[in-house]
């Protein structure tokens, strides 16, 4: 009997990378796994990369992984797909901070097993600095929402914890959610439907603004904090939607009007400037400046809506801004000129050091999530110069993002996946300017995982900790429609 445990036991540590039957093919190829982590660059305190071994010629039965550090520690996994313990995990990425993990991927095809090149994952000398992610999760549809919320994620594990779900309520929109420079003691998001409110959170303290009113022509959406948190900018829209005839598009969202306005959290008024609020130009999508100094907007001329929809293309701008007085300066500058190209820009979103703009360009409009053609595009804003983000950009929808608060991360959304939903990637701001490979948000089955999920991510943003949010108060403020009205200054 000893004999028969002492031969299972020979017989599954063969089984091993390390230690593989004669008959171990050698494939000269980068392993197919998904997500494709291959040459990727991570922070030190992410989840762990687990992934699939997915072969064009059928399924992997079992796969085995040996990842190796620089500094001569292991880790192994064996098992149907890659997946890592995650103090270990921590463990190896910790010691190996700037440094290569080299990774040995061999799976078990149709009863033989195959070894593929070793591929390596780079851990960043930067850190990450941020508790996890925010976001909302929603079906792709148009008109019925299903369900869906506002969600937040541990970047360090893979716990998903609610916000606010609609089906807490009566299913309204949740959407345009905002915390200040990835700081949640200053908290935004937008309640549209029925019991509409713009929820505004101030160190724990919340307010419910009433969704819209007749002199701001539309409900307070898109907001961005200003640094000092006082007061917070948004534009006010009156959104409408259509849907092409064409297979290769579906929806089109566009504004009948927008305006850029600014909110003061302690007078509980609106800022309203001339140059902000035209009625032959729609501004939209604001943003501050690291420094407080700048209003970064866009802005299209007005559009014969929907007929000429294509012709709706914004340029980007900025107006200055005195905070002490709460006023606005009295000229608008142009900072990048994408009517002159023909295209149209949206979600300018400054690095918080300052030195970059990172924005969407498209063919047209400002809803960027269904452009196929939308790309991401650096500006440098100390020469001006702007380029294609061509390091990170797909051949799909590459959209909506943020950067971290020590501006050397990213997170954004793509629907390179599939073309269809619209998932969450990271990467890496390195010190010349240019982006690291994107990679797929780590799930703890990432194959089953994005394999069943019908719901697509949007508006991510980082954190600096977990959002302490009361949402059982938050659904009582809903449902009561206790609004307080803004005062326009």
């Keep these: 009997m000893k004999y028969k445990i002492l031969s299972l036991l020979i017989s599954l540590t063969l089984l091993g990378c390390g230690n593989k039957p004669d008959n171990v093919e050698k494939v000269a190829s980068m392993p197919p796994i998904f997500p494709d982590y291959v040459g990727v660059t991570i922070p030190v305190e992410i989840a762990p990369l687990n992934f699939a071994v997915v072969p064009a010629n059928g399924e992997a039965d079992r796969v085995d992984v040996t990842v190796k550090g620089a500094d001569g ?31 040995t991927v061999c799976a078990k095809i149709a009863g033989k097993w195959v070894q593929y090149d070793d591929f390596t994952i780079s851990v960043s000398q930067a850190p990450l600095d941020q508790w996890g992610l925010t976001y909302r999760r929603i079906a792709p549809g148009y008109e019925v929402y299903s369900k869906m919320g506002i969600y937040q994620r541990d970047l360090g594990n893979f ?65 961005y904090w200003h640094p000092a948190g006082r007061y917070c900018a948004f534009s006010t829209n009156q959104t409408r939607q259509g ?21 003061d959290t302690e007078k509980n008024e609106i800022l309203l400037d001339t140059l902000l609020n035209t009625k032959a130009w729609s501004e939209n999508t604001p943003s501050f400046s690291p420094d407080g100094k700048w209003l970064y ?27 002490a007085a709460g006023r606005f300066g009295e000229n608008v500058d142009t900072l990048f000129n994408a009517v002159a190209m023909d295209k149209s820009v949206t979600w300018p ?29 650096l500006l440098n804003l100390a020469t001006g110069e702007a380029r294609p983000a061509e390091e990170i950009n797909s051949a799909e929808a ?33 010190d010349n300017g240019r982006f690291t490979k994107p990679f797929l948000l780590p799930q703890e089955n990432p194959k089953e995982y994005y394999q069943q999920s019908l719901f697509s991510f949007n508006t991510p943003d980082f954190t600096k900790r977990k959002v302490d949010f009361n949402s059982r108060e ?3 403020a809903i449902l009561s429609d206790e609004r307080v009205a803004t005062k326009v200054k």
């Design 73 to 103: 520690n292991e880790l192994h996994t064996n098992g149907e797909f890659a997946k890592f313990d995650i103090d270990k995990w921590h463990k190896l990425t910790a010691g190996n901070k700037g440094k290569e993990l080299t990774v």
């Design 159 to 223: 716990d998903e914890f609610a916000i606010i779900e609609n089906t807490m309520t009566d299913g309204q929109c949740y959407n345009c959610h905002t915390s200040n420079r990835t700081n949640p003691k200053d908290f935004v998001f937008h309640v549209r439907g029925e019991h509409g409110a713009t929820m505004v959170a101030k160190n724990g303290e919340c307010t419910w603004l009433k969704a819209s009113s007749d002199a701001l022509g539309g409900s307070m959406v898109y907001p």
């Design 243 to 263: 849907f092409h005839m064409s297979g290769d598009k579906r929806l089109e969202v566009f504004d009948l009007s927008s305006d850029v306005l600014v909110y």
């Design 297 to 323: 907007f866009t802005t299209c001329l007005q559009q014969e809506y929907p007929l000429k929809h294509k012709d709706e293309k914004y340029n980007l701008c900025r107006i200055a801004f005195d905070e």
């Design 349 to 377: 979103r400054p690095s918080y050091d300052g030195k970059y703009m990172l924005f969407t360009l498209s063919d047209y409009g400002y809803f960027s999530i269904w452009h196929k053609e939308s790309d991401q595009w």
């Design 398 to 430: 590459d959209s909506f993002h943020n950067w971290s608060d020590n501006s050397r991360w990213v997170v954004f959304t793509s629907r390179r996946h599939d073309g269809l939903y619209s998932h969450l990637y990271l990467t890496g701001m390195g």
């Design 474 to 476: 938050a659904v009582n």
